[in-house]
């Protein structure tokens, strides 16, 4: 658990440094995956991360450039290209007009209050995505180890993996000397400092972007400008389902960072909140040329653990990530790989939880199965594909487990009638349970069934108890209905007129009012 101290500005300040360096290789390497210049996704992180500090729902929390809507990103681009002339980028103005709608359609979420939905991802599968994501971190940061697709090896390796080291040994250490000291940001500057004035032989930022087909991060400010593409029926029809999907993407790994960070910092944010502030941050995106994104989970724990809990780290991290775009590219393409991988790394430490390995004989054996499930896809395809199976599981279990709670406690009166008292949930996948306690064939001719132990949760107990009630008719025997709900008895019409719902022997208890009035008046 991370202290749940409210920070300085002083804090804020430092963290807001430090993750504005930690966003630039992120952002950069996001969208070559999308298919776009690195300007573009540094643009895209700097809009995101300004626009959700001031108006979101979470403060501390950061927002940039993602993996997980940059690889639905590159079909748009690639199928947008296939569209227009050949090298008018016309894939990269579609994506910016389908971020205009992924802005209209997260905001709408938050304007109809859908953020609250978020409450029916169970803690197993919140687990699972944290640990699936701390995975993804950590493989994404072994592709630093690579140079031109081919594994580092010798000197090279040792070079990466030394300063890597060294990195992480001072996020470790500073803390101990100082607890309020940036960390993060005193471990990329010392590293960097030291491959500089050594003059080692090691990847930087610079290198990264080249190799990737950039010539660097240099840039002037964003600039308005609407989507070159033709507003007709056509486009939209092409672009509408990607809209829809990368809404969804944003806005469940974002309602997922936003529940982690509430938890990790013991406090609240706004997720109705944080939905409209991420479409509007999109919807600016698509009309000043940015990628769009979401919160970012490995940048918001950088964020968090080096002390920023206010806005204004957020707000810093933007500003700063717009100052190293247009003033300082020289130097900030000079900081080494291996000081980021290293934070990195310790974000994966941080992010994974470790608590999972001791529950793992604690919790029903479901539960764990959802958690492994969950990181697996997370890993293997995105979050929104591992939140919504997951979800599902979780809520096939429940039904389950619940359909075996319906019991039936039966015996006959000294009038020869015979009782069920019902105990449990009836629903969907109780009902075949519900009905294998009752024998219809050889029931006396007068039955009881009392359901105040028991709830009538959907259409189909309703229908059961109609079905279940016409067998015991087709025998010329009465049924009587016990403890039903007002809602309940205005819907079992096929029950209520062959069968006595209302009992006169439970005075305390009616399920209809115009029974009971007709019974006040008979007094």
Not at 205 to 220: C, K, M
Request: glycine share 8%; charged share 15%; hydrophobic share 50%.
């Amino acid at each position: 658990m991370i202290s749940n101290t409210k920070g300085s500005i002083q804090s804020d300040i430092f963290s807001g440094l430090t993750v504005a360096l930690a966003l630039v290789p992120e952002a950069v390497a996001f969208s070559f995956v999308a298919g776009v210049s690195p300007i573009v996704g540094l643009y895209g992180a700097f809009m995101m991360c300004l626009i959700t500090a001031i108006a979101g729902g979470r403060p501390g929390m950061i927002s940039g450039a993602t993996g997980a809507m940059a690889v639905v990103m590159v079909n748009l681009v690639r199928e947008g290209n296939a569209l227009g002339a050949e090298g008018a980028e016309a894939g990269l103005q579609y994506l910016f007009f389908t971020l205009l709608l992924v802005g209209i359609f997260q905001s709408l979420a938050g304007i109809f209050r859908l953020g609250k939905f978020i409450r029916m991802v169970p803690r197993s599968v919140m687990m699972g995505f944290v640990n699936g994501l701390a995975i993804v971190i950590f493989l994404s940061q072994l592709n630093m180890f690579k140079a031109q697709g081919l594994w580092l090896g010798g000197q090279p390796l040792m070079t990466m993996s030394g300063l890597v080291a060294l990195t992480m040994g001072m996020l470790f250490i500073i803390p101990l000397i100082h607890k309020k000291a940036p960390a993060a940001l005193i471990a990329i500057i010392a590293v960097s400092i030291l491959v500089i004035f050594t003059k080692m032989d090691t990847a930087t930022v610079l290198s990264f972007v080249q190799s990737n087909g950039g010539t660097g991060i240099q840039a002037g400010l964003p600039s308005f400008a609407l989507p070159a593409v033709p507003f007709t029926w056509a486009t939209l029809t092409f672009v509408a389902p990607y809209a829809l999907i990368l809404s969804a993407i944003g806005l469940i790994e974002s309602l997922m960072t936003l529940n982690l960070i509430d938890e990790l910092t013991q406090s609240h944010g706004h997720g109705n909140r944080e939905c409209v502030a991420q479409g509007v941050a999109n919807f600016t995106n698509g009309l000043f040329g940015g990628m769009g994104g979401c919160a970012m989970i490995g940048q918001s724990i950088i964020n968090i653990t080096s002390g920023g809990r206010g806005r204004l780290s957020g707000i810093t991290a933007a500003i700063a990530l717009l100052f190293f775009i247009l003033f300082t590219s020289s130097y900030i393409e000079a900081v080494p790989i291996a000081a980021l991988v290293g934070v990195m790394f310790i974000v994966v430490i941080k992010t994974f939880a470790w608590s999972t390995f001791n529950i793992i004989n604690k919790v029903p054996k479901w539960d764990v199965a959802v958690i492994v499930l969950v990181t697996a896809l997370t890993v293997m395809f995105d979050l929104a594909i591992a939140v919504l199976c997951g979800v599902i599981l979780s809520a096939l279990i429940f039904a389950w487990q619940n359909a075996l709670r319906i019991r039936a406690r039966k015996f006959i009166d000294e009038r020869g009638n015979k009782h069920y008292q019902i105990y449990g949930p009836l629903f969907f996948a109780s009902t075949t349970l519900f009905l294998s306690k009752f024998d219809v064939q050889n029931d006396p001719e007068e039955v009881i069934i009392d359901f105040e132990e028991s709830r009538i949760m959907d259409q189909s107990a309703i229908e059961v108890i109609n079905n279940l009630a016409e067998s015991y008719h087709r025998l010329g025997k009465n049924v009587h209905l016990r403890h039903l709900s007002k809602d309940c008895i205005h819907l079992i019409k096929k029950a209520e007129k062959i069968c006595d719902v209302n009992v006169l022997e439970d005075p305390d208890y009616f399920v209809s009012i115009d029974n009971y009035r007709k019974y006040r008046e008979s007094l």
